[in-house]
């Protein structure tokens, strides 16, 4: 191995580690914990996160799985460490996957009372159940915004004549979010994730 290629395997494994911390702090679990939910021992997630191993294909696989990420996001984690992504961009739902928004309707109803709703990889509301509809209705008469656009829900919620004005702990919420679309666009990637239900 020449110099040029053993500086890129370097690379690689250094941003799989500073992807791999990121998400194991944003999901807000240690170490150990990881080692559990990934099967593997907490001495090699350390290696992992601190460069000192590299990781196989495999091994980014569990670790994606065990961390709960979006297709995409799985894909760039799998990029980081220098392997093709195993995930075509067609995980989208499409008006067509009738199977798939079966699922969803299916959770969606086994959710009520609870309020609940499918948000897709550009924060667009796919879906909603009936709770979600019956509890956003007064936020929703009340908002001062263009109704062509509060489909979108982080519009809804950044908006100041939206959900804003509603939420009490609005710099701890608020906050939150921000990191996540910060690091969305510090990835420089249009999302396409499939829809995830809150």
């Not at 392997?83 to 995980?91: A, E, H, I, L, Q």
């Not at 948000?119 to 159940?129: A, E, F, K, S, V």
């Not at 829900?153 to 702990?169: E, S």
Request: charged content about 20%; overall charge neutral.
């Amino acid at each position: 191995m020449n110099t040029n290629q053993a500086s890129s395997n370097q690379n690689c494994i250094n941003k799989f580690s500073q992807l791999l911390k990121h998400w194991r702090q944003l999901r807000r679990i240690s170490q150990l914990e990881l080692a559990g939910l990934a099967n593997i021992s907490a001495r090699h997630v350390s290696f992992l996160e601190s460069s000192r191993s590299k990781p196989s294909r495999e091994m980014v696989k569990l670790i994606g799985i065990a961390l709960d990420l979006p297709f995409e996001e799985q894909n760039v984690l799998h990029l980081a460490a220098g392997f093709v992504p195993p995930y075509n961009n067609n995980t989208n739902i499409t008006e067509n996957d009738t199977y798939v928004r079966q699922e969803l309707d299916f959770i969606l109803s086994q959710n009520e009372p609870y309020p609940a709703i499918v948000i897709d990889g550009h924060w667009d509301i796919c879906m909603r159940n009936e709770a979600s509809k019956r509890l956003f209705a007064p936020f929703h008469q009340a908002y001062d915004i263009d109704k062509m656009i509060t489909n979108n829900a982080m519009h809804t919620v950044f908006h100041p004549k939206g959900l804003r004005k509603f939420i009490v702990n609005w710099e701890e919420f608020a906050g939150e979010l921000a990191q996540i679309l910060h690091r969305e666009i510090a990835q420089g990637h249009q999302l396409s994730s499939p829809c995830v239900s809150w």
